[in-house]
């Protein structure tokens, strides 16, 4: 998952750095969320 969504931020190196802390936001809330609907 991490590596695919990776491959799309090689393509526009500029925003890498900007939006990982949003990309690790992101990650987290569907791992909580999948992790909820699991229980």
Same mark, same amino acid.
């Given at each position: @998952?991490?590596?695919?969504? @990776? $491959? /799309?931020?090689? !393509?526009?190196? $500029?925003?890498? !750095? /900007? $939006? =990982?802390?949003?990309?690790? !936001? =992101?990650? +987290? ?8 609907? +699991?229980?």
């Amino acid at each position: @998952m991490i590596t695919g969504i @990776m $491959d /799309i931020f090689d !393509e526009n190196c $500029d925003s890498v !750095e /900007i $939006d =990982l802390h949003k990309l690790n !936001e =992101l990650i +987290r809330i569907n791992l909580e969320i999948a992790y909820g609907l +699991r229980q």
